[in-house]
């Protein structure tokens, strides 16, 4: 049977990239990600810094040393713009054109401020350290005074951004059909190998992590 | 046996992130990598929007609809700044401070001009295709003058840039050997799973794309 055809208007709904505002689904994408890249600008000039990140309720946290430019400037209050990418696949079409890949991707704008007080700076440090491995902030040594007052830390507020999703096969042309040239999709995601123990530890791996060999990061 | 004294000195060799400007290693990561984010600035409010990208000697090809902000602002010679990161692994520490994640980084800087010539813009079409997988551009059919014309593609060269690159386990403090914590770190890396055909591919699949199933992609 013959598909319908291709028109304009059939092609809006076939349209292969969804961008919406929904909250959740930014959640999910960025509590999945491990690297934002977030931008800000020194007259005209921009940066795009890729950095560690946590998520705290409807905020978002960044962290560095104390010297860091970026942070510097994030602290300034300069309007930041901070980006997070998951790659989700390759899309192979017919056609040079309709080559692309699948993501969800999430850009968020606003500002930031420092965090100053010991309690949000040791809350800020938990949080990263979950986000890495969730609960893994309970076994680790938590911050000196000494050890956060070498971190900045900033919180920006989620509230304005956007979230984009690629998802699916080749949107090919109706003509293209006929191109003797395989077309389909590749899925691709970050996996997790065997972790590697530190030449000196000497307690046993926690099966939180020894669960996570082989496993789809997510 | 015990470790060499971690003293300042000793700290700087150990250091777990390298900065370098090794051109030949920034167009590694930039050949592995799919994704670029891409940053510039608009009266101080920073952009930073994630595409797909392709390298082609020592130029960095940007891609998308003619109608796009960032490709008409990067048209019109703004400041790019475009930053390229794969994440590979990782890493725990014994102490929240010392967590980190694994990663090689380019952030390149400069303007980009707009490819505005037929041939250039067909030679760069190819490029992108072969950055998702290697001689794909053959076997795809090659844009129509309408699709060139619906795509606006810049130019940027490869010239002002740094690489970093953090490998290998944590550093602990020497006092936190005693945490009782595991230790250590755990690669990660983008996978590609089993292709998934288009339904309607009567094609067999290429060899080049039925053995990237199940291996990393690089």
């Not at 049977?1 to 092609?11: Q, W």
């Not at 491990?34 to 020194?42: K, M």
């Not at 999709?185 to 530190?198: E, W």
């Amino acid at each position: 049977m013959n598909p319908l055809a291709t028109t304009p208007r059939t092609r809006l709904h076939r349209k292969p990239v969804r961008g919406s505002y929904d909250r959740a689904l930014a959640y999910r994408i960025l509590d999945e990600a491990l690297v934002a890249h977030v931008g800000f600008a020194v007259d005209q000039q921009p940066f795009v810094i890729p950095m560690f990140f946590a998520r705290q309720g409807d905020t978002l946290l960044l962290h560095g040393a104390a010297a860091s430019r970026l942070l510097a400037s994030g602290a300034r209050g300069l309007p930041l713009c901070v980006t997070v990418t998951l790659l989700d696949g390759l899309v192979l079409a017919r056609s040079h054109f309709h080559h692309s890949v699948n993501y969800r991707s999430v850009v968020l704008m606003g500002t930031a401020h420092e965090i100053e007080d010991r309690d949000g700076k040791f809350a800020a440090s938990a949080a990263f350290v979950d986000h890495v491995v969730p609960g893994r902030s309970r076994e680790a040594r938590p911050p000196t005074d000494k050890e956060l007052a070498a971190t900045r830390m900033l919180a920006m507020p989620i509230d304005e951004g956007s979230v984009k999703v690629r998802e699916g096969g080749p949107i090919d042309d109706e003509e293209d059909f006929m191109v003797p040239c395989w077309s389909g999709h590749i899925p691709v995601g970050l996996v997790t190998s065997a972790p590697i123990p530190d030449p000196r530890t000497r307690e046993p791996m926690p099966s939180a992590i020894s669960e996570m060999a082989g496993r789809p990061r997510d």
